[in-house]
């Protein structure tokens, strides 16, 4: 079964926003980079046409760009009906959760971070989410970054 926000151990979250003209703090791009690595190599719809594997090294470009479009888009066509706070805005962006909501206010969207969480769930199983540092694919410059338990 798919993860849903209710089962969800913790979220994992972004300090500020990751995108084009953001401010792109490495630690929030290796996340960012890093959810988006795993659920494309688990699904490879979510690898934007044309572009090789995302790298993971905390540096916001083109690719990264190209990537949380795609994941964006794909995520909103997988959730066509989804009432209000089911499909994701697709501005290029992920923002951090405000207000402990997973649904911004503004847009009445879920945020693409909480989507990135449960789609790292479905690729990776819950409880892999209690503790992402064992993943093998976590960077290890995010790690201090990481407060588990």
Known sequence: LAPTIQALPLIYSVDSPVGQ???NKRDDVLLVQFFLKVISEHDRLYMPPGQSPIQ???IHGPQTSAYIRQYQLENSRRNPGAKAGGTLKQDGIVHPIQAGSPVSPVSSTLYTIVALNLSYGR???TEMLR???KDPLFPAGLRPSI???
Do not use: E, F, P
């Open 21 to 23: 003209n953001h401010t």
């Open 56 to 58: 993971i090294d905390g």
């Open 123 to 125: 690729a990776r199983g």
């Open 131 to 133: 503790d992402i540092t």
């Open 147 to 149: 407060a588990v338990g």
